[in-house]
């Protein structure tokens, strides 16, 4: 009996495991509760794949409400998770204010590890799991709180604003967190002229090129973003004429220059529904092409892409493993729940307060 289905289990291993407790049918009850998930991806997945997907969905659903359960799944998830379980989709802000939103018992987070611990810390009195709790970012591996504290000491009196990608333990001695779709908005609201950035040099300096404070940065990145140059950017122009590119502001500041518009996922999101471009390339993770296109009509994805290791660790058959058994439980050491949390609401408070 294996203990543990993650994503390098092999996929017979994983499906004898569950073959166990579950039928994983494509029964014709099975098909016709997933249809309308199939109705929505049936450009993103080949028809002669469902039969395997389907029964996952339909027993993951089923296993939430039995457990009274919530699915909160990033942009980058892959579509049978997006749109086949999850209950709440966004990027990283949208995930945290509705994680103050939960009402169900237990959480199970689809996406990577510190998006989990920021449920987590915003819910210390719900369970919240993680199917793969390997699924880390380079960001949030990049720093540890000693890392910061001696920043601090290096500068002192100068307010330390921390990307959300980071560890609970960094944003315990962090002075208010911020997200892609904030960071200026963040950056202006601290007091002084002088700000830490922290963890993504990218991300800072593209913040830096919009303000007026002095922006003091760590040498972090996002390893899917950084590979992009923009020669990379110049050669999608010369391919795809007349189609717009869009990207992600973890990419460095020669990228972000030289594209149509730069934002959150959610930012690109919401910017492709209201342009509705003939043509676009979103020059971020794989998954959103094909989340976006499933829900956008008259426009053509383009690929210019990279896929997150991290964030693809999640899979319909660990996220099943997961409710079922109830691991990987997110726990954070007691003495860090309050500040971290509080740097997470400093954000939040600011992000949602009525703008006059
Ligand atoms: P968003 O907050 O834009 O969703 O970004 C999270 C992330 O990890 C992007 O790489
Ligand atoms: Fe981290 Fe980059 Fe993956 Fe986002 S895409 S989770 S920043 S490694």
Known sequence: MIQQINAITPLEEARAALADAFELKFTKAVEKATQPVFDKVKDRIPEI????YAPLIFEINRLKKKKNAAILAHNYQTPQIYYGVADIVGDSLQLAIEATRVEADTIVQCGVHFMAETSKMLNPEKTVLIPDSRAGCSLASSITAEDVLAMRAQYPGVP??????????????TDVCCTSSNALEIVEAVEGDTVLMIPDQYLAQNTAKKTKKK??????ACEVHETFTADDIAELRAAYPGAKIIAHPECPPEVIDNVDFAGSTSGMIDWIKTQKPPKVV???????????AAETEGVSFLRGCNICPHMKRINLENVLWSLHTGTEEVTIPEELIEPARASVERMI????????
């Open 215 to 220: 922006i003091i940065t760590w040498a972090g």
């Open 282 to 292: 979103m020059v971020t993770e794989c998954s959103m092409s094909d989340n976006v």
């Open 160 to 173: 330390v604003v921390t990307y959300v990608n980071s560890s609970a333990a960094v944003k315990a001695v």
């Open 349 to 356: 408070e600011i992000s949602t307060r009525k703008k006059h």
């Open 49 to 52: 794949e469902w039969p395997f």
